[in-house]
């Protein structure tokens, strides 16, 4: 029974973790081809390709893309922190209202992922909601251009993600034991000062987790930039696209697919000592 | 003495249940009091309004003639030592004991002074750097004392400060919890359903019942002569005789099948009153204040038997037979109950 419990799990990471894996390191050093697929791995003759992964360190495009992912990624985390962390809080303390409020944030899952972007490309456009508002208000006579933005792309970022930031504060919430912001305030501290000193330091594993969750997940972000984002936004999962698909140069793309995995190691490995100290 | 603590006409309602109807008390500097009554008395709401973590729907808290009730809880010169000790997790014991200091204002050297000389007088030394987990249930209490008393208030509010302890761990922690009081001259007041816990440490105990303080006295005034059937009961678990008063101010009680007589007349409309089980000792001639009865059970505790007596009227008496006496009658023996005069506690109606 136990070794059958075991197996489980060994197989899911044997076929669709490790092989897949394998493929992509087989991948990074072939050669691209005009066959199908387009490419020549590396016992076809010509033997390992050291070139893509050299690409990835000489031309500054893809260490761009890279830091551009990164820094998205991480301006998402710390907006989703930044809401989630009250809205946790918050939904914790409503009491009554508790699961009500919690249900509003899962709700967006109940639609579909594209059809909640494409209402956001409903509203953003210049023929949109937003300016047609705007217009109608007399505060603008030319569409203010909102889609294919910088800001348009963050936003759709922190709102898909935002409510994998707020379950892991909310859970911590609810944990916490209300007499300590009483005891905190017997002992002198103002309301604020508790909150600072005894409530905060308490959620930081949880608010660390939540930034974890969104990050990891938004450096290889792919639809939300393509459909809201700027056409320079070229985010590493755009780029592993067009590598894909555009140039139907596998090699490159699974080159780039291990770069972004090996950067994300360490932000990994950080969440899972996390996950041991609590 | 100006008393420092003055609570006048306290009233708190949840919904229709007066959890505090009408409190009234003086609590004098240095003094220990304790509040006891079961659950749902409204002993720790009322340690609550005093904290200030509740709010009465009337009445007046003064501390030294100061209104409290305006003051929100972080401004109160009033500590309180949580039921649970409600001690800060991620912080370690220093941190915690220092964490009422550092919100004072006081220079670095004074807070490091204050907690060292805590640690000190509540044996924590070694402990300083650990966090509250790694800590022994009795190490916890000291530190929850500690970090109230640090701040070295006018009055200490204690709820159950020592609930959460093993039994042979209580009584010396009491003792502590007695010197400590002493020392600091600080006044106390704890909460606890522990009616021995509060006849042993307090200087005067206050019943409560249904949000109201039944009886305060000091405690063996409170146990030997309890006011209502309610202290009398919940105290010691004394026998309440129910009868009709007689023209000269006993009771006829025919589940005795005797007049009970108490120093005093028995107060105007009173019906019943009270017997401790010690008080109650075998006699062999009839005359005042004994009944005869036969021995139903008996439980052997130690330095006393536990007797249930039925006497020949139809109630049951426990009584209470001192080893010392020698052997107590059998189950099933004849037995004649006596008392003294001063032992019978005439009940309010």
């Known amino acids: 029974m136990r070794v059958a419990l075991r197996l489980v799990p060994g197989l899911w990471l044997a076929l669709l973790v490790a092989a897949p894996l394998a493929l992509v390191f087989v991948l990074a050093v072939s050669w691209q081809s005009n066959g199908v697929p387009p490419y020549d791995p590396p016992w ?57 409020l919690l249900a509003a944030v899962l709700l967006p899952f109940w639609t579909g992922f594209l059809i909640r972007i494409g209402a956001w490309i409903g509203l953003l456009r210049d023929e949109g909601w937003i300016n047609a508002v705007l217009r109608g208000l007399g505060l603008t006579q030319d569409a203010i251009p909102l889609l294919y933005t910088h800001g348009a792309m963050l936003l759709g970022m922190v709102y898909a993600y935002l409510p994998f930031a707020v379950l892991p504060v909310f859970a911590a919430a609810t944990r916490l034991d209300p007499v300590l912001e009483e005891a905190a305030a017997d002992l002198g501290a103002t309301p604020g000062h508790a909150f600072l000193t005894v409530t905060l330091p308490q959620l930081f594993p949880a608010l660390a987790a939540a930034f974890l969750l969104v990050f990891i997940p938004a450096a290889g972000e792919y639809v939300i930039p393509e459909l809201l984002g700027p056409p320079d936004a070229t985010l590493v999962g755009r780029v592993l696209f067009q590598e894909f698909f555009q140039n139907r140069d596998w090699p490159v793309a699974s080159a780039l697919a291990l770069a972004l995995l090996a950067l994300l190691t360490g932000p990994i490995l950080l969440f899972q000592r996390l996950g041991r100290a609590q | 003495m100006k008393p420092r603590l003055t609570l006048r006409g306290l009233t708190r309602r949840f919904g229709n249940v007066a959890a505090l109807d009408g409190v009234s008390l003086d609590v004098p500097p240095g003094e220990f009091l304790a509040l006891l009554g079961g659950s749902g008395s409204g002993k720790s709401t009322l340690l609550r309004v005093i904290a200030g973590f509740e709010t009465p729907d009337a009445g007046t808290v003064q501390l030294d003639g100061t209104d409290l009730l305006g003051v929100p809880p972080h401004r109160r010169p009033v500590n309180m030592m949580f039921q649970s000790y409600a001690l800060f997790p991620h912080m370690s014991v220093a941190s915690n004991i220092a964490y009422g200091l550092k919100r004072e204002g006081l220079p670095r050297a004074e807070v ?228 003294d005069r001063d032992d019978v506690v005439p009940l309010l109606p």
């Open chain 2, 112 to 339: 490091a002074a204050r907690v060292a000389q805590a640690i000190a007088v509540l044996r924590l030394e070694g402990m300083e750097a650990r966090k509250p987990h790694a800590l022994s249930g009795g190490q916890r209490q000291r530190v929850a004392l500690a970090r109230a008393l640090v701040k070295r208030p006018r009055l200490l509010l204690l709820d159950e400060p020592l609930g959460a302890l093993d039994a042979n761990l209580r009584e010396r922690t009491g003792f502590e919890l007695r010197a400590i009081q002493r020392e600091s001259g600080a006044a106390f007041i704890m909460v606890t359903h522990d009616q021995a816990e509060a006849l042993a440490l307090a200087d005067r105990v206050a019943v409560m019942d249904h949000g109201r303080i039944v009886q305060a006295g000091p405690p063996r005034e409170v146990y030997d002569r309890p006011s209502t059937r309610f202290v009398a009961t919940f105290l010691g678990a004394a026998n309440v005789l129910d009868g009709t008063r007689t023209a000269d101010g006993a009771l006829d009680c025919p589940g005795a099948a005797c007049t009970l007589r108490a120093e005093a007349p028995l107060p105007e409309g009173g019906t019943a009153v009270a017997l401790r089980p010690e008080r109650i000792r075998l006699a062999t001639e009839p005359g005042e204040n004994t009944a005869a009865g036969t021995v139903e059970e008996s439980a052997f505790r130690g330095e006393s038997s536990l007797l249930l007596v039925r006497l020949s009227g139809g109630a049951t008496l426990r009584v209470s037979h001192a080893e010392e006496d020698g052997a107590p009658p059998p189950r099933g023996a004849a037995v004649r109950l006596a008392w």
């Open chain 1, 44 to 100: 076809a003759g010509q033997g390992t390709n050291p070139d893509n992964l050299r690409l990835l360190l000489e031309d500054p495009y893809y260490r761009a893309s890279l830091a551009q992912s990164f820094v998205v990624a991480a301006l998402t985390a710390g907006l989703c922190l930044l809401l989630a962390a009250p809205m946790g809080i918050a939904i914790a303390r409503a009491g009554r209202w508790r699961n009500a």
